[in-house]
């Protein structure tokens, strides 16, 4: 009974291709996130969704795109990666919207540890 | 600049009691402090949320002084499994790094707890 469950837990990749990060919330709430996490543990939003609808869309570059089908899934698509792209990458939800979410109780996934080599 | 500072790592014993003070100075009034918990390969989990006084619940204790300039988050008696990362947030607090990207938090307070 996994609350936010994403999919794949690691994945690692050459320059140039494009993944697909899953994310799915089986809580009722209405809005995910994405957020990066580098390795100095430096915890940045990247999306928020409430609803469907994209609410923060931070400074990413358009080689990120997220797309939510309904409410429960928000899925990270990207394209061309690069070195840089590696880091781990978490998907979250919470009940209400409140910016970047950590303001309130939002839930994570356990994270995607994307490598690119 | 971040609102918040909070020691880069803490040392203790298991049974011992640990507090972990967060200073935000610049808090604003109607912000609330919040307190997430992360172990090594998961995602932040929320610990607890306040706004002032005292709040207690079944992991954790938060004091917040008349003046809210600081926060202290208590764990009354550590043991080897909350050995983790622990992150103080007040408000929706964000600052930019040196690449201009927003950053919600880190690196937090690294927790060890030792037999």
């Known amino acids: 009974d996994t609350a936010v469950s994403q999919t794949p837990k690691y994945l690692v990749t050459q320059m140039g291709n494009d993944k697909s990060i899953k994310c799915e919330q089986n809580?009722?709430?209405?809005?995910m996130y994405w957020y990066k996490q580098d390795s100095k543990k430096f915890l940045k939003i990247m999306f928020s969704?409430?609803?469907?609808?994209?609410?923060i869309n931070e400074t990413v570059p358009n080689r990120f795109s997220p797309k939510s089908p309904d409410k429960a899934h928000l899925n990270l698509h990207i394209n061309s990666l690069e070195l840089g792209d590696s880091a781990v990458y978490f998907c979250?939800?919470?009940?209400?919207?409140?910016?970047?979410?950590?303001?309130?109780?939002?839930?994570f996934g356990q994270g995607t540890r994307l490598t690119v080599v | 600049l971040a609102k918040t500072t909070q020691p880069i790592s803490m040392d203790s014993y298991e049974g011992q009691e640990v507090n972990i003070t967060c200073s935000h100075n610049?808090?604003?009034?109607?912000?609330?402090i919040t307190w997430y918990q992360q172990f090594p390969s998961q995602g932040p989990r929320f610990i607890i949320q306040?706004?002032?006084t005292k709040v207690t619940n079944e992991v954790a204790s938060l004091f917040i002084p008349a003046d809210r300039k600081s926060s202290t988050l208590s764990l009354p008696r550590v043991s080897l499994s909350d050995t983790a990362v622990y992150y103080c947030?007040?408000?929706?607090?964000?600052?930019?790094?040196?690449?201009?990207?927003?950053?919600?938090f880190g690196p937090g307070t690294s927790l060890s707890a030792t037999p």
């Open positions: 979250a939800s919470s009940h209400v919207s409140l910016g970047t979410g950590l303001n309130t109780e939002a839930f």
């Open positions: 809580l009722g709430h209405d809005t």
């Open positions: 969704y409430n609803n469907k609808e994209l609410i």
């Open positions: 610049n808090i604003a009034t109607n912000d609330y």
């Open positions: 306040g706004y002032k």
């Open positions: 947030l007040v408000g929706g607090e964000i600052f930019y790094d040196g690449r201009g990207d927003k950053v919600i």
